[in-house]
């Protein structure tokens, strides 16, 4: 069994700072992309940011320059340190991890349990 467990979201003012974490654990025997998707109300879910096993990353045109992932592969730990955070940057933040089970050796995809941000005007 493999888990995701986020935390650091919450309410900012526009303009602030926020750093989500997503740390995995269970039967894990190696971890390749991680990443980090969100959804606004009335809208479908979108890829913010993601991170290979050795380190590339690529980023959604609207947060560019804003938003740094990075991850901690020692800790099985993915980030994302939001700045100068936006009211349209609102929705559910969700870490994605493209894990490798000990067990079976196949690769499969988990979630975290999504986080709230709320960025107020």
């Known amino acids: 069994q493999v888990q995701l467990v986020e935390s650091g979201g919450g309410l900012v003012q526009a303009g602030g700072s926020l750093r989500l974490s997503c740390a995995a654990s269970?039967?894990?025997?190696?971890?390749?992309?991680m990443g980090w998707y969100r959804q606004a109300p009335g809208k479908q879910r979108e890829l913010v940011a993601a991170?290979?096993?050795?380190?590339?990353?690529n980023y959604a045109d609207s947060v560019k320059g804003r938003f740094t992932i990075s991850r901690d592969n020692a800790k099985n730990t993915v980030y994302l340190q939001m700045n100068s955070l936006k009211p349209e940057d609102t929705a559910v933040y969700y870490c994605?991890?493209?894990?490798?089970?000990?067990?079976?050796?196949?690769?499969?995809?988990?979630w975290g349990q999504g986080s709230q941000v709320t960025v107020s005007s």
């Open positions: 994605n991890a493209h894990i490798l089970v000990v067990t079976t050796q196949y690769e499969y995809t988990y």
């Open positions: 269970g039967n894990i025997f190696s971890i390749n992309a």
């Open positions: 991170i290979t096993s050795g380190g590339n990353t």
